[in-house]
């Protein structure tokens, strides 16, 4: 995987930052960490470097919430000209904000499990047996 590149959104604390970390010591050699800042996202790879001794981090500001953000981080993973072999989409708090997530059709056909009603598990095997 010496030739690997990865990008890690969310990459500035929790699961992200652990993620970036692991795939620095599975030997990919360029790991971009993503902030909602510049300034956000240097401090982690400087961290990174330093905690893991590996100079395979590359800051990269995002903000999802601002959508000339998105476009100047996908120019310049663009710029790279080598596929991103490893991507975790780890960004996004909700906050304060109202959100309700609902499942889409089509996650419901990929999961049938969704569609049926309060039927019990004893109802549902029933059913089963006897299609």
Same mark, same amino acid.
């Given at each position: 995987?010496?030739? =690997?590149?990865?990008? !890690?959104?969310? $990459?500035?604390?929790?699961?992200?930052? /652990?993620?970036?970390?692991?795939?620095?010591?599975?030997? +990919?050699? *360029?790991? +971009?960490?993503?902030?909602?800042?510049?300034?956000?996202?240097?401090?982690?790879?400087?961290?990174?470097?330093?905690?893991? #001794?590996?100079? !395979? +981090?590359? &800051?990269?500001?995002?903000? @999802?919430?601002? &959508?000339?953000?998105?476009?100047? $981080?996908? /120019? #310049?993973?663009?710029?790279?000209?080598?596929?991103?072999?490893? @991507?975790?989409?780890? $960004?996004?708090?909700?906050? /304060? #904000?109202?959100? !309700?997530?609902?499942? =889409? &059709? $089509?996650?419901?056909?990929?999961? &049938?499990?969704?569609?049926?009603?309060?039927?019990?598990?004893?109802?549902?095997? *029933?059913?089963? %047996?006897? %299609?």
């Amino acid at each position: 995987m010496e030739y =690997s590149i990865a990008l !890690v959104t969310g $990459a500035t604390s929790g699961i992200g930052y /652990a993620t970036a970390s692991i795939l620095a010591a599975k030997g +990919f050699r *360029q790991v +971009f960490v993503t902030g909602q800042t510049l300034a956000r996202a240097q401090e982690t790879a400087t961290r990174l470097a330093v905690e893991f #001794k590996s100079q !395979v +981090f590359t &800051p990269l500001e995002l903000d @999802l919430d601002a &959508p000339t953000s998105v476009t100047t $981080a996908l /120019a #310049k993973l663009a710029v790279q000209g080598r596929p991103i072999a490893f @991507l975790l989409l780890n $960004a996004g708090w909700i906050g /304060a #904000k109202e959100r !309700v997530l609902t499942a =889409s &059709p $089509a996650w419901t056909y990929l999961n &049938p499990s969704l569609n049926r009603s309060k039927e019990s598990s004893s109802e549902r095997t *029933q059913k089963n %047996e006897a %299609e």
